[in-house]
Structure formats: C-alpha cells, structure tokens
C-alpha cells in the first residue's frame, strides 16, 4: 500500500521569500513521487517529478524538490515566491510509475502576501 | 506531452437526472482514469478507463451510478447518473502511458439541485 500525508494544509508566505511545502510518502516500493499545482478553476499541471534518477529534481517556475529515501520525504521548494505561486499544490506517490497507480496528498494551500 | 480537452466545463443539473463528460486526448494513450476531487478535498480515483471492455472502479464506485465508456485510444466518456448534491463536485480526466506522468484536464465542475 501508499499513502502520501502533506504535512501542512496551508502555507502563507510573503512574495520574494522562500517557500517550502512538506511531504512524506509511504510506498512498499521504489516509488515514482510527482507535484501537481492546480490554480482557481484550472487543471492539474505537472510542477516536477520524482523517477529514480538524480535526488534533486529541478521542475518548471523555479521549483524543485528532494528525495530523501532515510526520511522518506519528498519536500518542495523555490527559493522566492511570486504572487502568481498562489495555488493548491499536491504531492503524488506512485509504485506503478507512468501515469497509473496514483495517490494524491490532500493538499497545500499555498498563500502569497505582498 | 499530451492535451485533454473535456466538456462541459461545468454543468448545473437537477437531482434525478443524468449528466454525460467528454474526454478527449489529442494523441494515443494506453491509460485513461476518471478523478473525482469534492469540494476543498484531494482527487479520489473513480476508475481506470479500459478501451473496448469494462472499466475497473476503485472501492466506493459502481458501474450503475459511473458509467464510463472507451471505443478507442484517445477518447472516453463518464456518466454522473440519478445524480443527487452529493454528487457535486470536480470530475477529471486524466490520460498517460506506463513511461509519462498523468496529464489532466481542466476538470468538470459539476453542480447539482
């Protein structure tokens, strides 16, 4: 079984500071770890993913995120936020890979103050 | 990359009827699902769309109420049937292959009264 827990259901920055959105996975195998940013009324795009090749993934508008096997994390961050990162951002774990298999985080809410 | 256009964008609808979405992919995919994400709440798997046969539906879905249909590669169709308020919500589609991530529509935004 997987199981994906995001560890804060919002996050409020100020624009131009860092920003950290935190998640951990559960996966009886090597998983494939993706982050989906879905804004008001939009679908779901693919912000970055995690597929057993380097740790540090880098993704689109300067975010990226780390595996951590030992911590079984998998935390997203961009060094300074903008006003257009306002969104809802979900973290996905998957033991199929592709497109299949997937569990989403319940998601962060993620607030940018001027 | 793949694009998946989906209608109705979003639909008011009474209670009792019947609402049919289009999901429609602009090149050949192995895997299509439909996703059901409820208000202020994360994306639940419906079912796994399977061309020409039966979909498979996740625990808590049943045929009678989603029926889903897949004649071929790049297009399927979900049914919210004898719909009820519960029923309201985001319904996506998403399309991918076993090497890809999943890509996703914008989403139905379903209301029902």
């Known amino acids: 079984a997987q199981s994906v827990t995001q560890l804060d259901s919002h996050v409020s920055v100020s624009e131009g500071t860092p920003v950290l959105l935190r998640c951990n996975y559960s996966s009886s195998y090597s998983p494939s770890l993706f982050w989906y940013v879905q804004h008001p009324n939009k679908g779901l795009q693919l912000l970055l993913k995690?597929?057993?090749?380097?740790?540090l993934v880098k993704g689109i508008n300067g975010f990226e995120a780390e595996f951590k096997k030992s911590e079984t994390s998998f935390h997203l961050t961009k060094p300074s936020a903008h006003m257009s990162d306002a969104a809802e951002y979900f973290c996905v774990v998957s033991d199929r890979g592709g497109a299949d298999g997937l569990t989403f985080g319940k998601g962060t809410h993620l607030i940018i103050q001027p | 990359s793949a694009v998946i256009s989906q209608k109705p964008s979003r639909d008011i609808c009474q209670r009792g009827t019947s609402l049919t979405i289009q999901c429609q992919v602009d090149?050949?995919?192995?895997?299509m699902f439909w996703y059901r994400q409820q208000p202020g709440q994360s994306l639940t798997l419906i079912a796994t769309?399977?061309?020409?046969?039966?979909?498979?539906?996740e625990s808590g879905f049943v045929i009678d109420k989603f029926p889903i249909s897949r004649p071929n590669l790049t297009f399927s169709t979900l049914t919210v049937s004898n719909m009820s308020p519960e029923d309201s919500s985001i319904y996506l589609c998403?399309?991918?292959?076993?090497?890809?991530?999943?890509?996703f529509g914008q989403g139905t935004r379903l209301t029902v009264v």
């Open positions: 998403s399309a991918g292959t076993p090497n890809t991530e999943a890509f």
């Open positions: 090149s050949q995919v192995t895997m």
């Open positions: 769309a399977n061309q020409g046969s039966e979909a498979t539906y």
């Open positions: 995690y597929t057993s090749a380097a740790t």
